[in-house]
């Protein structure tokens, strides 16, 4: 029989065994408090210090760590350079090439994080740490970011093409790409709500400005007067590349705005609009409650990042802490 000073003396053995070896598959807000105690400061100041000159770039951090989760998991694998082993970079995916960006940035964080920590705090982590940064300096609530994963050691262009939703996809085929990684209709409406900031190129809406599905006409749930504008910004014979603001109301901020647009037809990608405008789907009364209370919209915005930086993350010694982000430790 355990006496009671043997029983708490195993369970105190037990608590520092489970300190020192957290069991793995399992992020944590303190993962680095004793390795990197500074690691959000030292990312907050750098994306900080980035919108001083990019408006945009909080934005283009926030998709990011969203195209890095959708393939492989959370695992920086969208980070690495085609070349050596890694024979076909999701950089160079159809939703990437000429798209994403922000990797400059990127590389800011972990230099300063090499300098301050060598070796500890994974790109990852630091994607998650961005997003957060980003959305909360732009206006939008903060929140604890769960740390811990790893870095991937491939990348899964094929999977990025096929993962990723693209903007001219139907709301069944997106919400089955959601919860094809374990988010639900909540999650991708929260998450929508990320086209609060940062801009679209011209190709990826102009099918809804002219001939809308063979229709002849325009996309009838565009709103006429922003239709109007948005042609005049994307003619037909125009550079497919020219940018537009996501949110036309308040372009670098991070509020609810987005869902006040989709009420009154002015979403600017088919796939926000058919959030609202697809008759009897249940993401119509999520759009609504957003709509009318920015709170309950920043709640579950923070609660699905959340859900989505836990995407299969690699965690205890799967994968490696890479040093330079764009390229495999040892290549
Ligand atoms: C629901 C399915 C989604 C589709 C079809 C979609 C599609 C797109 C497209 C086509 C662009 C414009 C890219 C360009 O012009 O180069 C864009 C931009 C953006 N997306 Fe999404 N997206 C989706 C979900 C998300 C999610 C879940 C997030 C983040 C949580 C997100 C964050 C952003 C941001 C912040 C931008 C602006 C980026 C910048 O200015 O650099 N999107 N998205």
Redesign the pocket.
Known sequence: MLSAINYSLLATIFLVLTLIFPSEGQLSSTFYSSTCSNVSSIVRSAVQQALQSDS?IG??L??L??HDCFVNGCDASILLDQGGNITQSEKNAAPNV?????FDVVDNIKSSLESSCPGVVSCADILALAAESSVSLSGGPSWNVLLGRRDGLTANQAGANSSI???F?SLAN?TSK?SAVGLDTTD?VA??G??T?????CQ?FSQRLFNFSGTGSPDPTLNSTYLATLQQNCPQSGSGST?NN?DPSTPDTFDNNYFTNLLINQGL?Q?DQELFSSNGSSTISIVNNFANNQSAFFEAFVQS?IN?GNISPLTGSQGEIRTDCKKLNGS
Do not use: K, W
């Open positions: 945009r934005a283009s926030s998709r760590h969203f000429n798209s994403i960006r922000g939703p693209s903007p996809e997106v959601f991708l998450l929508s990320a086209h900031f940062g801009r679209a190129q990826f940018l996501l990608l796939t990042m989505m």
